[in-house]
């Protein structure tokens, strides 16, 4: 097994939702501006005091984190535990890849909307620059291990997805169903391995 | 990497409970027996009609089922996940192993109790019979690697424990958080691999 001498820091996604600026108008009011709370990772991106509840056929979740800032369409993204609480079955994807996902009620503090698509897991991935890259020797879209070496779940992630770009910041994301199956907290450090 | 080319049939645990002889009749009344509905994958051990509710700081978790037969100790199993839901910080253990671990309410239908202690998220494990043991090469307490080759969410589980007893299947147990980095359900296939 060899080992790539470069950290990654983690960071756990929780459920959250990104709007479009039609959703936001018509869950919190016309020319509503979201609330930026937190800076992520990410550059540019951010956390936001606004919340929804989001609403499947056999449960609801309240208190959802809408993450800034806009977006072009409406995106859902859930753990496999709460897409079994709400009673729905989306796939795992790459953000923005919303062909075929399931739709979900989401309400806000002045309407709600229904969506006909748009929930998915998020496929795990590694954001990075492309510097970053480099350095790794991979390139966007390859497919790399990542092991966890601390604490009492240790193991190896396949499947993340690399993604590549000059607005990233290099990061590892997982949601919550993958962090705790590895006690991984955001913040905490990780590898890239092959073999 | 070495793969044991014996197959081992995944079987997922949902949150459960185990109850001592005087805590089920605290819950369901004075002489109640439990009523098995449904045989699990370990001989003896069966999932019962009856479920409760546990409480914990920060929330509440209802329709927990009670798992049969009695023990001489409660035993709350939980995820990660449900953790952070009812507000506790319970370590990842081996079934039995209850010192130190938080405690919780459980609430039936004909009463409630508040145990100081019993808690735990159950380390990853496979169940073997004595002379799957010897098949695989391994002894009661090792530690193994899983490996998940299907899906999409591939993944090798590393601080997997070896279990051995004649009363013993052959079964790796997984908790909902772990099934579902994984995208694991019960009936699937995983294999031991070394390296």
């Known amino acids: 097994m060899v080992k790539k001498p470069f950290p990654i820091v983690v960071g756990v996604s929780n459920r959250h939702v990104h709007l479009s600026r039609e959703d936001v108008e018509i869950l919190f009011g016309k020319d509503y501006q979201l609330t930026p709370i937190k800076d992520l990772g990410q550059p540019g991106q951010f956390a936001c005091q606004e919340t929804v509840t989001i609403v499947g056929p056999k449960g609801s979740i309240e208190n959802v984190r809408v993450l800034g800032p806009e977006r072009k369409e409406t995106q859902v993204e859930i753990s496999l535990t ?111 391995v092959d073999f």
């Open 82 to 192: 709460d897409a079994y609480r709400l009673g729905l079955n989306p796939p795992v994807r790459d953000s923005g890849d919303l062909e075929g996902t399931p739709g979900i009620t989401i309400i806000g503090p002045k309407g709600q909307v229904t969506k006909d698509r748009g929930v998915i897991i998020a496929k795990r991935h590694i954001h990075m620059h492309t510097s970053d890259a480099e350095k790794f020797g991979v390139k966007d879209k390859d497919i790399v291990k990542v092991i966890v070496e601390k604490g009492d779940r240790k193991l190896i992630f396949d499947d993340v997805l690399i993604r590549v770009s000059d607005k990233f910041a290099l990061e590892f994301h997982v949601d919550t169903d993958e962090a705790n199956a590895a006690l991984l907290k955001t913040g905490d450090i990780v590898y890239i």
